[in-house]
């Protein structure tokens, strides 16, 4: 077991864990923190998209050890109060269908906009590429990823 | 997926990170994890000892010093994607890697020291004429891109060698460009074609043309080169030297579930035609 010391959504953890044991994992098993979700568990389809030391990562291809001293954001920790602006805008653009990919999708589109926030719609859709929509709903996931754009 | 048990321990530096792998009779080492993480997931890679190089600081960055550019090991494909003092070809490649989120946790030295058939990255260092530097128990070496790459998944690396950085030459009057077709879910290559050409004089100067995706290890394309040297550029000239590639992939062409080897075949010289086009274009 390895001690590691995180911030997550503002609040500092430590915890021993097993080298082995993947960041999704951990965030779903050890704090509990479930919103953000496992689908193929290869690093394709971007479910499990987090913030790591503000970068968009894929958390199914990081182990918890590489975050130790790291600052983390998770879908929990978007909202500041009101819901943040491309949540509102999945809402009000109906972005999703089933949701599965809902987190993973908000949290790539919010750094995306973040970086880049005169994008165009060929950049927005070539900027989600690492993530999958099993409901193939990508029509109004852009139009939610152009309106908090202009939020 | 779950990897079987491991120990971990973090480098503080590349020395550190020698003695401990090459103390070790069953260790890996660990850069930004897309290659070894899924290894690990899958069991095909059972180390019983992770060695984390992501914390030297040492081996990240790029730098540029009389004409050359240095990358270190554990630099993101994201950084490299981003740079202005890479040559064209390699932050265009960079860019085409996986996806955001797999650019910023990828690293150079993970890349190459993997060897994938499929990646991007052996291509271009092939094309560039790349200098890979390694550290080892006997000290520091570079190795030419053109003799690192041995086969499938194997590089000339010694048991105990650290990849730390990799040096190409700093693009001047050159033009380069990547152009690849690809796995639409992994995003890894099913062809890529890497050219670097220089004009004088109206004529192609100084072409350097590689292909990957398709063969067990990227290759270079001499029978491209030797088609185009001390040509005008034209579509004429272009479409005649990019048919050359199918000499160049010779017999050992891939086919799998992504795409058969016949498929592969018919695309390549199309696709040399759009990096030999790209290229010269960049030139002017």
């Known amino acids: 077991m390895t001690a590691i010391n995180v911030v997550v959504n503002g609040k500092s953890y430590t915890r021993e864990v097993e080298p082995r044991l993947l960041l999704v994992d951990f965030i779903r098993d050890t704090l509990s923190l479930t919103g953000t979700n496992i689908a193929c568990d290869t690093s394709q389809c971007g479910a499990c998209t987090i913030h790591l030391d503000g970068q968009a990562v894929k958390s199914c291809t990081v182990l918890a050890v590489q975050a130790d001293g790291s600052t983390l954001t998770t879908i929990e920790g978007l909202a500041n109060g009101k819901l943040h602006p491309m949540q509102q805008a999945f809402w009000d653009q109906h972005g999703l269908q089933c949701g599965y990919c809902t987190p993973g999708m908000i949290m790539a589109a919010a750094k995306l906009v973040e970086e880049n926030p005169e994008i165009t719609e060929a950049e927005i859709r070539h900027g989600l590429e690492g993530n999958l929509c099993r409901c193939t709903g990508y029509q109004n996931i852009v139009a939610a990823v152009a309106q908090a754009a202009k939020a | ?284």
């Not at chain 2, 081996?59 to 240095?70: A, C, E, M, Q, Y």
């Not at chain 2, 590089?155 to 050159?174: C, D, H, K, Y």
């Not at chain 2, 043309?209 to 004429?236: F, M, W, Y």
């Not at chain 2, 048919?243 to 062409?253: K, Q, R, S």
């Open chain 2, 1 to 284: 997926m779950y990897p079987s048990k491991f120990d971990y321990v973090r480098a503080q530096s590349v020395e550190e990170a020698v003695e401990r792998t090459s103390s070790h009779s069953n260790a890996k080492l660990l850069a930004g994890g897309h290659s070894l993480i899924p290894a690990l997931k899958l069991r095909l890679a059972q180390p019983d000892l992770l060695v984390d190089l992501g914390r030297i600081a040492a081996l990240k960055g790029i730098s540029r010093h009389n004409g050359t550019v240095s990358v270190g090991a554990l630099t993101t494909h994201a950084t490299c994607a981003a740079s202005d003092d890479l040559p064209k070809v390699w932050s265009e490649a960079a860019g085409l890697i996986g996806d955001p989120q797999v650019r910023n946790r990828g690293t150079v030295g993970g890349n190459i020291a993997h060897a994938d058939p499929a990646s991007d990255l052996p291509t271009v260092l092939i094309a560039l004429g790349a200098q890979i530097h390694v550290q080892g128990t006997a000290g520091s070496r570079a190795i030419p891109a053109d003799e690192f790459f041995v086969d499938l998944f194997t590089t000339s690396l010694e048991e105990g060698e650290i990849i730390t950085r990799v040096e190409v030459p700093a693009e001047s009057n050159q033009g380069s460009a990547y152009t690849k077709v690809f796995n639409p879910a992994s995003r890894y290559a099913i062809l890529g074609v890497a050219a670097q050409v220089a004009i004088a004089g109206g004529v192609c100067r100084q072409l350097r043309v590689a292909a990957g995706g398709s063969t067990p290890k990227a290759i270079r394309a001499h029978h491209v080169e030797a088609a185009l040297q001390g040509q005008p550029l034209n579509d004429t000239t272009i479409q005649h030297a990019a048919a050359a590639i199918a000499e160049d992939l010779g017999e050992e062409v891939i086919g799998d579930m992504y795409a058969s080897a016949a498929y592969r075949r018919s695309i390549a010289a199309q696709i040399a035609a759009r990096a030999l086009s790209a290229a010269a274009a960049r030139a002017r």
